[in-house]
């Protein structure tokens, strides 16, 4: 009697193309999307597994170690992506204006528009359960857009636009304040938050931005 073929213990990976020579990078971004996808539908990284990231793409789990050595590193490169995307973002945002303060206004909003269009993204850059350092590098990526808040707060200083004497610590408390509108919305949506938006309120406040400043960028 002819034997059944085995129909292994799980749904069937859906068949893939194979790549053509030389055509390995596309697979490894192949992975990155499938990673990304997963990540956002369930709006957390927390369920991804070589098994799932290899059906999203139609290839065999195994395929995945010639571009990934696990899970983490798939996870890492999902995160690297959305940290790229958020500096170039903000850097955008600071530099299509000339006046400073309205450089700061931007790129805080660009931030803001960042984590709310991209939760899950967003929320994996500070979730993602990867071994902490015991201190923050200076050459961090993650550090790309608060570097590049920093950076726009002092030169509001220099152009006499903020009466801050300590814009890093003044960047991180806007910092803090962006990052916790951004999660509180997500949380919260049902809260009865404000018709008017306080974003601009909340960048000028402590930005330090003096009076003089505001009535310039209005």
Not at 102 to 129: I, N
Not at 141 to 160: I, K, S, T
């Amino acid at each position: 009697m002819t034997k059944a073929p085995a129909t292994g213990d799980g749904p069937s990976t859906p068949s893939r193309p194979r790549n053509r020579r030389g055509e390995g990078p596309r697979l490894r971004e192949d992975i990155v999307r499938a990673a990304t996808a997963l990540i956002v539908r369930a709006g957390t990284d927390q369920a991804l597994t070589l098994r799932s990231v290899a059906r999203e793409v139609g290839i065999s789990a195994p395929s995945i170690y010639a571009h990934f050595t696990d899970r983490e590193a798939i996870v890492e490169a999902v995160v690297l992506e959305a940290i790229t995307q958020l500096h170039e973002a903000v850097g955008t945002a600071v530099t299509a204006h000339g006046d400073p303060v309205e450089g700061l206004l931007a790129g805080c909003a660009a931030y803001v528009d960042f984590g709310t269009r991209e939760p899950a993204r967003y929320r994996v850059l500070f979730d993602w359960s990867r071994p902490k350092p015991d201190t923050a590098r200076a050459d961090d990526p993650g550090l790309d857009a608060f570097r590049v808040l920093v950076d726009n707060l002092e030169a509001c200083v220099r152009a006499g636009r903020s009466t801050s004497t300590d814009p890093f610590a003044d960047a991180v408390a806007l910092w803090t304040a962006l990052h916790g509108r951004v999660l509180l919305r997500a949380s919260l949506p049902d809260f009865p938050w404000p018709a008017a938006d306080t974003l601009e309120r909340t960048v000028l406040s402590l930005g330090r931005i003096t009076s003089a400043a505001q009535r310039q960028c209005r």
